[in-house]
């Protein structure tokens, strides 16, 4: 399967972005999902996830109750809404899948597929 992030850009401390994951050759409806994100410096970290059933969600402490993740399976696209945004969240931002009917996972080296990162700027 192939991913495509978008939606990324520059955003004032407290807006608000919507990022998109287009999947193209399969599917999203058999694939857990999950956005992933590395600010300058530091590691990459888990943000949030989507089981392939769309009925599980997960979120890193740091954005629990600010993003939503969702999954819109008659357009393939899994999104991750950010809202009350803070400059720590400046990162570069990738979604991933899983391999077919694989559970959730934090864990990026579970992850099987990844888009190419879109980056999102949080001016204080």
């Known amino acids: 399967v192939q991913l495509q992030a978008s939606g ?10 919507r990022l998109s994951c287009a999947a193209s050759g399969r599917s999203f409806g ?3 999902v999950g956005w992933f994100r590395q600010a300058p410096g530091k590691e990459r970290e888990f ?9 599980g969600t997960y979120y890193a402490d740091s954005v629990k ?3 939503t993740i969702s999954i819109d399976n ?9 809202n009350s945004l803070k400059p720590e969240d400046t990162a570069v931002y990738y979604c991933a ?27 204080s």
């Not at 008659?74 to 950010?82: D, E, I, S």
């Open 30 to 32: 058999t694939y857990s």
């Open 8 to 17: 990324g850009g520059l955003v004032q401390a407290g807006g608000s972005l």
């Open 74 to 82: 008659a357009k393939n696209t899994v999104y991750l809404q950010m």
């Open 65 to 67: 109750g600010r993003f």
């Open 97 to 123: 899948a899983r391999t077919r009917w694989a559970p959730v996972s934090q864990g990026e080296d579970d992850y099987a597929y990844w888009g190419q990162g879109t980056l999102v700027t949080v001016s």
């Open 47 to 55: 943000v949030a996830a989507v089981s392939w059933s769309g009925r």
